[in-house]
């Protein structure tokens, strides 16, 4: 007959739910994975089965029952630790999104937005387009592998147990703020393009004043918007993969000791 006692069940269930509750974070806020057409069910399963793959290459989690305060204190830090990795890598296509509103708003097309199902809200069709771009673009580069390789990594680098550092939250929000300018880096051809063209169209119609500045202007800008995104398409997979990678340095830097 087996027989086992509490003490055991609750290291057995230690050792499965806490790396889970940190995968399930993870899971709920990184890109591809976190995207809002993707099944409760299906993220559920996913971290249950990399919980079971992954729980058994780690060190013993401190022995806590699961309902005590002490557990519910360390689910919270891995809720804490999975989001944070996930937010760090989410923020990548948020700088391609942002590059492609700019972009849109100086083309012209502002006002042509569409239901983004991913940020359940209406966003430029610009830069919904830029948005697919980079996500065909991270999966064709292995980026969701990458991505789970750095949340493995992240179970050695910050052990079950362990609080986040409190620089990590300043690495994280001055991270925020390298995505702004990574967003304006990736719409400034564009942006310098339309510049140019905004002043050739404004000394034109000074020049001849009895041409329609709406009527010739609206189609230029938007041919040229085009021509500029295309000329810089083939430019994008290799500053994806660059933010990529600082990404996923960042986020395992999150989750170091000091």
Not at 65 to 81: D, E, R, Y
Not at 89 to 98: G, H, S, W
Not at 163 to 168: C, G, R
């Amino acid at each position: 007959m087996i027989s086992f006692t509490s003490a055991q069940l609750d290291v057995w269930l230690a050792t499965l739910m806490f790396p889970m509750v940190r995968l399930l974070a993870f899971i709920s806020t990184s890109p591809i994975f976190g995207n809002k057409q993707v099944p409760k069910r299906v993220k559920i399963g996913l971290a249950v089965l990399l919980a079971i793959l992954i729980a058994p290459t780690l060190a013993a989690p401190p022995a806590v029952a699961i309902g005590s305060g002490q557990g519910l204190l360390i689910m919270v830090q891995q809720i804490l630790i999975g989001t944070a990795m996930g937010l760090t890598l989410r923020m990548i296509f948020n700088a391609f999104e942002m590059a492609g509103e700019l972009a849109g708003l100086q083309m012209g097309l502002g006002f042509a937005s569409f239901y983004d199902p991913q940020n359940s809200s209406y966003s430029p069709v610009i830069a919904q387009w830029l948005g697919i771009i980079a996500t065909l673009a991270f999966l064709a580069m292995n980026g969701h592998l990458l991505m789970l390789s750095a949340l493995a990594e992240s179970f050695h680098t910050l052990p079950i147990g362990a609080m986040m550092p409190v620089k990590s939250f300043y690495t994280l929000a001055s991270w925020g703020g390298s995505i702004f300018a990574y967003g304006v880096q990736i719409s400034l051809p564009v942006l310098a393009a339309l510049l140019v063209t905004n002043l050739a169209l404004g000394i034109l119609t000074r020049a001849a004043q009895q041409l329609n500045p709406f009527a010739i202007g609206f189609p230029i800008t938007l041919g040229i918007g085009f021509f500029i995104l295309s000329f810089t398409l083939p430019y994008l997979p290799s500053l994806l993969d660059r933010i990529v990678q600082e990404s996923v340095t960042t986020a395992l830097g999150l989750v170091k000791l000091p």
